[in-house]
Nanobody, 114 residues
Framework: QVRVVESGGGEVQPGGSLRLSCEGSGNIGILMGWWRQAPGDQRESVASITRTGSTEYANAVKGRFTISRDNARNNIYLEMNNLKPEDTAVYYC??????????WGQGTQVTVSS
């Protein structure tokens, strides 16, 4: 069974940077990525990446966030630069397995505050 575990969250000042990691295991399929959920808001897509390296980003993070993938380790990463207070959220990693089911991690908190 596919399992994903996030790490790398924390607190940073506006303009700062963080790198999130997601360690995957099991029969991970084509797509992995990140969503986030701020308090009182719905969960929203942040970025996704395929096995061949095709990426998509939410408009709110384009130019600031970079997603990457290590297929050999089933890991993905999210490099977040120029962080803003509105980036504060719990960030969730997901992976779509070979059967097409989406598996989620437990989430990691990112707080951007001065």
């Amino acid at each position: 069974q596919v399992r994903v575990v996030e790490s790398g969250g924390g607190e940073v000042q506006p303009g700062g940077s963080l790198r999130l990691s997601c360690e995957g295991s099991g029969n991970i399929g084509i797509l992995m990525g990140w969503w986030r959920q701020a308090p009182g808001d719905q969960r929203e897509s942040v970025a996704s990446i395929t096995r061949t390296g095709s990426t998509e980003y939410a408009n709110a993070v384009k130019g600031r966030f970079t997603i990457s993938r290590d297929n050999a380790r089933n890991n993905i990463y999210l490099e977040m630069n120029n962080l803003k207070p509105e980036d504060t959220a719990v960030y969730y990693c997901f992976a779509v397995d070979m059967a097409g089911e989406t598996r989620w991690g437990q989430g990691t908190q990112v707080t951007v505050s001065s």
